[in-house]
C-alpha cells in the first residue's frame, strides 16, 4: 500500500488538468479490470465483471489535488495566479512546479521589514502574492511557462514518526490506492470504478460518471479532516488518526442514510476492521452529485484520516490507509450491500 500511495502522489493532476494522473491510473488499474478507459470529461472508468449481475455497484475516488493555475505575467517576470482548492494562509514561502516542464517557483510577497502594522497582522491574500521563477522579464519568464499552466506543491513524499506518511497529494491519492487495492478481488455485484475529476471544483466528473452509469448504489472513497492536533474541545477535533476509516454519517452535500451507514459498520466489525464516525460535518465529497443525479441511487463514504487537508504537507497515517482498502473490499464481496 506504502509504494502504491507513493507512486499516485508522483503524478500531476490539479483540477482541472488531471491528465497525467489520469494516465497514470489507466495503466494501473488496467491488468485489474475487464475494460478501462478515460471519458470524454478525464474520469478513468474500470469495469469489473462481479460474480453477480443482480446489482451495479459504482465505487468512486477522486484523483484530482488543489493547487493553482498561472493567471498574468508582470513585465518584471513575476507571475500572478489564483488557488484550485487552496487557501492562501498555507501559500506564502511555499515552492511550485509549474507546467509540464515542471518550472520551479516560489512564492512570496512584500518583506515583512517593509510591510504596515496592519499588513503585518493578517496573512497575505492572494492578490498579494507572486510567483517568482528567477526571470529577468516577461520575456524570458514566457520561455519557461504560460498563462493558464497549473502549479503543484514542491512537496516530497515522506514517511516518518510513528507509521506517518506526508505528501502533497494524499487527498486523494489515499482514496485511490484503496480502490486499486480492491479491485484485486472479483467483487460480488458488477462494479465500476471510477477515478473522477474535477471534486476539488465542484463534483462535476462524479456526476457525469454517475448519470453513465447508474449505479444501484454507489461508495465514495475520499480522505477527511482530522483535527486531532489542535487545542480544541474534543467534539471539534472531526477525526483522528490511527482510530480507522471514518463511516459518514453527514457532511456539506449529503446526509446518508441510517439504514446505509448500519449496513457499513456491520460489515467493519465482522470484519474487524477499526472504524470512526466523524464529529464535525463540514467539508464536502463526490456523494451529493452521485446521490442526487438521474434516478438517484443509495449512497455511502468512507474516508481516510488526515491532518492539513488542502496544503503541502497533508499528513495521514499508513494504518488508517490500509484499514481504508481493507474496508472498500470488504464492502465489495458483502451480500449486504
Given at each position: 500500500?506504502?509504494?502504491?500511495?507513493?507512486?499516485?502522489?508522483?503524478?500531476?493532476?490539479?483540477?482541472?488538468?488531471?491528465?497525467?494522473?489520469?494516465?497514470?491510473?489507466?495503466?494501473?488499474?488496467?491488468?485489474?479490470?475487464?475494460?478501462?478507459?478515460?471519458?470524454?470529461?478525464?474520469?478513468?472508468?474500470?469495469?469489473?465483471?462481479?460474480?453477480?449481475?443482480?446489482?451495479?455497484?459504482?465505487?468512486?475516488?477522486?484523483?484530482?489535488?488543489?493547487?493553482?493555475?498561472?493567471?498574468?505575467?508582470?513585465?518584471?517576470?513575476?507571475?500572478?495566479?489564483?488557488?484550485?482548492?487552496?487557501?492562501?494562509?498555507?501559500?506564502?514561502?511555499?515552492?511550485?512546479?509549474?507546467?509540464?516542464?515542471?518550472?520551479?517557483?516560489?512564492?512570496?510577497?512584500?518583506?515583512?521589514?517593509?510591510?504596515?502594522?496592519?499588513?503585518?497582522?493578517?496573512?497575505?491574500?492572494?492578490?498579494?502574492?507572486?510567483?517568482?521563477?528567477?526571470?529577468?522579464?516577461?520575456?524570458?519568464?514566457?520561455?519557461?511557462?504560460?498563462?493558464?499552466?497549473?502549479?503543484?506543491?514542491?512537496?516530497?513524499?515522506?514517511?516518518?514518526?510513528?507509521?506517518?506518511?506526508?505528501?502533497?497529494?494524499?487527498?486523494?491519492?489515499?482514496?485511490?490506492?484503496?480502490?486499486?487495492?480492491?479491485?484485486?478481488?472479483?467483487?460480488?455485484?458488477?462494479?465500476?470504478?471510477?477515478?473522477?475529476?474535477?471534486?476539488?471544483?465542484?463534483?462535476?466528473?462524479?456526476?457525469?460518471?454517475?448519470?453513465?452509469?447508474?449505479?444501484?448504489?454507489?461508495?465514495?472513497?475520499?480522505?477527511?479532516?482530522?483535527?486531532?492536533?489542535?487545542?480544541?474541545?474534543?467534539?471539534?477535533?472531526?477525526?483522528?488518526?490511527?482510530?480507522?476509516?471514518?463511516?459518514?454519517?453527514?457532511?456539506?452535500?449529503?446526509?446518508?442514510?441510517?439504514?446505509?451507514?448500519?449496513?457499513?459498520?456491520?460489515?467493519?466489525?465482522?470484519?474487524?476492521?477499526?472504524?470512526?464516525?466523524?464529529?464535525?460535518?463540514?467539508?464536502?465529497?463526490?456523494?451529493?452529485?452521485?446521490?442526487?443525479?438521474?434516478?438517484?441511487?443509495?449512497?455511502?463514504?468512507?474516508?481516510?484520516?488526515?491532518?492539513?487537508?488542502?496544503?503541502?504537507?497533508?499528513?495521514?497515517?499508513?494504518?488508517?490507509?490500509?484499514?481504508t482498502a481493507k474496508l472498500l473490499s470488504a464492502m465489495l464481496q458483502s451480500s449486504?450491500?
Amino acid at each position: 500500500m506504502l509504494e502504491l500511495i507513493r507512486t499516485l502522489c508522483e503524478p500531476a493532476g490539479v483540477s482541472g488538468n488531471e491528465r497525467e494522473i489520469a494516465e497514470k491510473i489507466k495503466e494501473l488499474a488496467t491488468p485489474l479490470a475487464d475494460s478501462v478507459e478515460i471519458d470524454a470529461l478525464g474520469n478513468v472508468l474500470a469495469f469489473k465483471k462481479g460474480k453477480s449481475s443482480a446489482k451495479t455497484l459504482m465505487v468512486d475516488a477522486h484523483m484530482d489535488e488543489v493547487g493553482i493555475l498561472v493567471n498574468y505575467i508582470t513585465e518584471d517576470g513575476f507571475l500572478k495566479f489564483t488557488g484550485i482548492g487552496v487557501d492562501a494562509r498555507v501559500l506564502n514561502g511555499r515552492r511550485f512546479l509549474l507546467g509540464d516542464k515542471r518550472v520551479l517557483a516560489v512564492a512570496g510577497t512584500k518583506p515583512i521589514h517593509l510591510q504596515s502594522m496592519e499588513e503585518r497582522a493578517i496573512a497575505p491574500a492572494m492578490d498579494k502574492l507572486y510567483l517568482d521563477i528567477g526571470a529577468a522579464d516577461a520575456a524570458e519568464a514566457k520561455k519557461h511557462v504560460r498563462v493558464g499552466d497549473t502549479g503543484i506543491f514542491n512537496s516530497e513524499f515522506l514517511c516518518f514518526g510513528d507509521g506517518l506518511i506526508k505528501g502533497r497529494a494524499l487527498d486523494n491519492r489515499i482514496g485511490c490506492a484503496a480502490v486499486l487495492k480492491s479491485m484485486e478481488l472479483q467483487p460480488l455485484y458488477d462494479t465500476w470504478f471510477v477515478f473522477s475529476v474535477l471534486e476539488e471544483s465542484g463534483g462535476f466528473g462524479a456526476r457525469v460518471a454517475s448519470m453513465r452509469i447508474q449505479p444501484d448504489l454507489a461508495i465514495v472513497v475520499d480522505t477527511t479532516t482530522s483535527a486531532d492536533h489542535v487545542e480544541k474541545p474534543e467534539a471539534s477535533k472531526a477525526s483522528y488518526l490511527g482510530k480507522g476509516p471514518v463511516i459518514f454519517l453527514m457532511e456539506s452535500t449529503t446526509y446518508y442514510r441510517p439504514e446505509s451507514v448500519a449496513k457499513l459498520r456491520r460489515i467493519a466489525d465482522e470484519a474487524g476492521i477499526p472504524w470512526q464516525h466523524k464529529s464535525v460535518t463540514m467539508g464536502g465529497l463526490n456523494s451529493g452529485s452521485i446521490q442526487r443525479t438521474g434516478r438517484g441511487c443509495e449512497t455511502v463514504a468512507i474516508a481516510t484520516p488526515c491532518r492539513y487537508l488542502h496544503s503541502a504537507v497533508c499528513t495521514a497515517k499508513l494504518e488508517d490507509s490500509e484499514n481504508t482498502a481493507k474496508l472498500l473490499s470488504a464492502m465489495l464481496q458483502s451480500s449486504e450491500l
